[in-house]
């Protein structure tokens, strides 16, 4: 299955939400004042946010003033080149090599499942790939990794349950030094801001990659379920006053109407959406492609 068909196929209950309820509003007449309020209710129930929502209907608004606008169609096609206009604006990320990829978020969102398709991903692009089992808290966190690191022939570095995180870390650099390696994925532990002990042990992986790996190129993604919509920009907030994040992975975007979320995570936070989950398998990870998206989203 190609990449766009994938995306359209995670968005379908994105798409579907929204065009049923923009068809219902313009079946009952103008674009009049009633018509933007309850737009922007749609948007709202969409996940965009209230915030994006009545920003982007503000800029409808105004595009409506230039240009007629009259079916769902016109409506959809307008949000779409608004949208467009905002995601341009945004700064995108190149990975470079050598790359150290740390995955961080809570509990559940799937960080374990993404390192093995970033690995699986990464592997076809024909680098080579070490995994970091930084997870030392969560019982048979390492072994699920290993079961990755097996479908995917991928290297992995681990020590045993408990162990300090930030020394597998420490290993982990010196096998992909030694090794050559592209790049590392490396995994951590799920927390929440109020585990204090964590977001600490979090600080000193990210102050021993810069220190021990200085040529490499760092980069903190953090994983979001997107589920949750609008709670995941808690999770942003929370993180990244303890480190700094560079770039989001959706997961489970093929299991939500709620993909509206990016929207307000790129507006919002400025951050841009790396990679994108559309299903279960290994190959189910795709680069984010603004165009691709914004055309599945409506």
Request: glycine content about 8%.
């Amino acid at each position: 299955m190609g990449i766009f068909k994938k995306i359209g196929q995670a968005l379908s209950k994105t798409r579907e939400a929204f065009a049923r309820k923009i068809d219902s509003l313009l079946s009952h007449g103008e674009l009049d004042d009633d018509f933007y309020d309850d737009l922007t209710d749609v948007l709202i129930s969409c996940d965009i946010g209230v915030k994006t929502s009545l920003e982007l209907v503000e800029s409808l608004r105004q595009k409506a003033r230039k240009t007629k606008l009259r079916t769902g169609d016109d409506v959809r096609n307008a949000l779409k080149e608004i949208l467009m206009e905002e995601f341009d604006s945004l700064a995108k990320i190149e990975i470079e090599y050598p790359a150290i990829i740390t995955i961080i978020g809570v509990n559940g969102v799937g960080k374990t499942t993404t390192i093995g398709k970033l690995a699986n991903f990464f592997k076809s692009q024909k680098k080579e790939v070490t995994l970091v089992a930084g997870d030392t808290f969560r019982a048979a966190a390492s072994d699920q990794l290993s079961q990755w690191a097996d479908r995917t022939k991928t290297r992995i570095i681990k020590q045993a349950e408990g162990a300090d995180a930030a020394a597998v870390v420490f290993d982990g650099i010196a096998s992909a030094k030694a090794k050559g390696t592209d790049v590392l994925l490396v995994d951590t532990a799920g927390r929440l801001h109020t585990k204090t002990n964590l977001m600490e042990e979090l600080k000193k992986i990210d102050r021993i990659e810069s220190r021990e790996y200085p040529d490499a190129h760092k980069y903190n993604f953090i994983v979001l379920d997107a589920t949750t919509g609008q709670n995941a920009l808690s999770q942003i907030n929370a993180f990244k006053e303890f480190v700094q994040i560079d770039g989001i992975i959706l997961t489970k975007l093929d299991g939500t109407a709620k993909g509206g979320v990016v929207v307000a995570i790129e507006k919002d936070y400025h951050l841009p959406v790396v990679f994108i989950g559309t299903g279960e398998g290994k190959d189910d990870l795709e680069l984010f492609n603004s165009k691709e998206f914004v055309n599945n989203l409506f």
